[in-house]
T-cell receptor, first 112, second 114 residues
Framework: DQQVKQNSPSLSVQEGRISILNCDYTNSMFDYFLWYKKYPAEGPTFLISISSIKDKNEDGRFTVFLNKSAKHLSLHIVPSQPGDSAVYFCAATPYNFNKFYFGSGTKLNVKP | DTEVTQTPKHLVMGMTNKKSLKCEQHMGHRAMYWYKQKAKKPPELMFVYSYEKLSINESVPSRFSPECPNSSLLNLHLHALQPEDSALYLC?????????????FGSGTRLTVV
């Protein structure tokens, strides 16, 4: 039973526009959420995180939104750049527990 | 140095072989992790070391044997693997095991068991 789901396996966006990647989870005990970015032949790299006491966290072009009542988080990339083309994983964990549950990933393609 | 270095990058081994994967970081991180990633699946946690002590073993078969000889090194010893163990093995580290610190991942070792 997958507790973290990314229902869109792929997304294609024009350069300069907004990319919105979505993630849903089922476990109400999840308290901390992360987004990872993965290029081919590389390990996932940490991108941005959010804890449940916030509903938004921003870092440059990347913003993560958390809707706890809907058990939904999203990653916005504005403006999208071709170098953003990668697979994006969301992950969740209960607070103070070091096991992360990963989604299956969304492959983002930013077209020049 | 802000990297996690994994060696080798690729490994092909037979089912009777013994081999080891190596992971190294010099960021002063005290938590280190082994993940296994099959194609088109998210990484699955295998082991967690905290301050050089094994803190989590996710019911991994004994043919995988982790070792943390010091705070900078993490090894994964492999023996009598099966073809289904073929995967990308990722090492990661973080300042501590607490959830408030993002991970740094290595680029992985692509393992093929023949």
């Amino acid at each position: 039973d997958q507790q973290v789901k990314q229902n869109s396996p792929s997304l294609s966006v024009q350069e300069g526009r907004i990319s919105i990647l979505n993630c849903d989870y089922t476990n109400s005990m999840f308290d901390y959420f992360l987004w990872y970015k993965k290029y081919p032949a590389e390990g996932p790299t940490f991108l941005i995180s959010i804890s449940s006491i916030k509903d938004k966290n921003e870092d440059g072009r990347f913003t993560v939104f958390l809707n706890k009542s809907a058990k939904h988080l999203s990653l916005h990339i504005v403006p999208s750049q071709p170098g953003d083309s990668a697979v994006y994983f969301c992950a969740a964990t209960p607070y103070n527990f070091n096991k992360f549950y990963f989604g299956s990933g969304t492959k983002l393609n930013v077209k020049p | 140095d802000t990297e996690v270095t994994q060696t080798p990058k690729h490994l092909v081994m037979g089912m009777t072989n013994k081999k080891s994967l190596k992971c190294e970081q010099h960021m002063g991180h005290r938590a280190m992790y082994w993940y296994k990633q099959k194609a088109k699946k998210p990484p699955e946690l295998m082991f967690v070391y905290s301050y050089e002590k094994l803190s989590i073993n996710e019911s991994v078969p004994s043919r995988f044997s982790p070792e943390c000889p010091n705070s900078s090194l993490l090894n994964l010893h492999l023996h009598a693997l099966q073809p289904e163990d073929s995967a990308l093995y990722l090492c990661a580290s973080s300042q501590t095991t607490g959830a408030n610190y993002g991970y740094t991942f290595g680029s992985g070792t692509r393992l093929t068991v023949v």
